[in-house]
Structure formats: structure tokens, C-alpha cells
């Protein structure tokens, strides 16, 4: 069995990697009862030998279904199903439902607040970072810019209250970067809004900031809700890798 890397179907097609092709595999086993509740996935070895993948991309696939809230890791003893359907996925100490709602209610205003007070050290670190950002090929350099970018934009809010709540929640910004950009392909897109947000700031202008921030966190949401709850036509031999 063999999953290398493969594409989606419709009409613009966005390859998915060897780690969403193990991912997959091993959620819909999951979710048809394969792998039952309280059942103990194969090994590693195991698992790496009959999907014939390396060992780095199946522990990319079995964190994400941990963050999904599919299974949980017992050090020494393996990695055990503890649901059979996702509810609410977890990055680091918070639910991706209860980062979306403080994320909306703090970074939105955070964004108008940053476009009437930021100054010119603020937009050249900013334009710095993201002119990095967008030459970036490594995800995980890649998502340490994007928690970065965010507590800049707080930074230039003036208001260091604003940064501490950011900071506090930075390392699940950065486990749901990682995730949305694993499964979702959401790393070019999360430039181009950084772009918008950087443009609004340099204009000044509240307004623009606001809606920028806004489409970018919308994007999140509805890139992580697709990511949760697929809405795709499944034909008799999808996700069947071939013998």
C-alpha cells in the first residue's frame, strides 16, 4: 500500500502530501469502525512498513489526528483511539472553537487600533517580515513568521495588553498554523491576507484594517471547518490505495 503523494479531484486540483494521504487514510479507518474506540493503532514500524512512508510524515499524520481529537498517545505504549467523529479540534491547551472566538474578538479590533497608531519602525518590521514570509518554502520556519507577524500587528496597537494576550496564546496559533497548512494549503492564501492587513496599516486607514483582519480569520475558520467536516463525493475506489 502505497501513499505517495497524490491529487485531489475538481477542477483545480491541489496535490496533497504523503502525510494528508496517511492522515486520510487513517481517520476513515477510524471513522468506520476499523479502529473501534480504546483499539491501540498498529506500531509506528508497522504502520510505516504497510503504508510505506517514512516515519517523520506518519508522526506528522498521527499529531494531526490527535489534534483532531481522534486518538491520544500514551508515552511507552502507543497511540489509542478515543473517538470515532470530530467535535472540536485542540491546539496546545485551547479548542480551535474558543481560539476562533477570542481571535475575533481581540485581533479584529487590534488590527483598526494598529492602523491609527502604528509607526514607520512598525511597517518596516512588518513589511520585513512578511517579504520573508512570502520567499519562505519551510513550513515550520514558515509558521514561527506567522505567530510573529501577529504579535506585531498587537505591537503596533500600542497597547501591551493587546500583546500579552497574543503571546499568551501563541503556541496554539502556531499548532493551528501547522495544521491548517498541513491539511488545508493555506500558506500562500495567509500571505496574500498578510499582504491586505500590512496595506491597511500603511494607509491607515481603520476601516480597511478591520475587514482585512476579518477575511483573514473567516479564512481560518472555514479552512479548519472543511478540514473537520469534508463535504466531498466519494467514489467507490477514493481512498483505496491500490494493491
Request: a negative charge; proline letters at 5%; hydrophobic letters at 40%.
Amino acid at each position: 500500500m502505497n501513499l505517495s503523494d497524490s491529487q485531489t479531484g475538481g477542477p483545480l486540483p491541489r496535490r496533497v502530501s504523503a502525510m494528508e494521504a496517511v492522515f486520510g487514510h487513517l481517520r476513515s479507518a477510524i471513522e468506520r469502525g476499523e479502529y473501534a474506540v480504546g483499539d491501540k493503532l498498529p506500531s509506528e514500524a508497522e504502520l510505516c512498513r504497510t503504508l510505506e512512508v517514512s516515519r517523520p510524515v506518519l508522526r506528522e499524520a498521527l499529531r494531526a489526528l490527535q489534534a483532531m481529537g481522534l486518538t491520544v498517545s500514551k508515552s511507552g505504549k502507543g497511540t489509542f483511539v478515543v473517538a470515532n467523529t470530530v467535535e472540536d479540534p485542540t491546539f496546545g491547551d485551547y479548542a480551535a472553537s474558543d481560539l476562533l472566538e477570542v481571535r475575533r474578538h481581540v485581533e479584529i479590533p487590534v488590527a483598526g487600533y494598529a492602523a491609527l497608531r502604528r509607526t514607520p519602525e512598525d511597517l518596516d518590521h512588518l513589511a520585513h517580515l512578511l517579504d520573508r514570509m512570502e520567499r519562505e518554502t519551510d513550513t515550520t520556519a514558515w509558521v514561527a513568521m506567522d505567530t510573529v507577524f501577529h504579535l506585531a500587528v498587537a505591537e503596533a496597537s500600542g497597547n501591551p495588553v493587546f500583546r500579552r494576550v497574543i503571546e499568551e496564546i501563541r503556541d496554539a496559533l502556531a499548532r493551528q498554523s501547522t495544521f491548517l497548512n498541513e491539511l488545508g494549503g493555506r500558506r500562500e492564501q495567509s500571505n496574500c491576507e498578510h499582504r491586505a492587513i500590512l496595506e491597511a496599516l500603511a494607509d491607515g486607514s481603520e476601516h480597511d484594517a478591520v475587514e482585512a483582519m476579518s477575511h483573514h480569520l473567516l479564512r481560518v475558520e472555514t479552512t479548519l471547518t472543511d478540514i473537520v467536516r469534508p463535504q466531498r463525493t466519494v467514489t467507490p475506489t477514493e481512498g483505496r490505495p491500490e494493491a
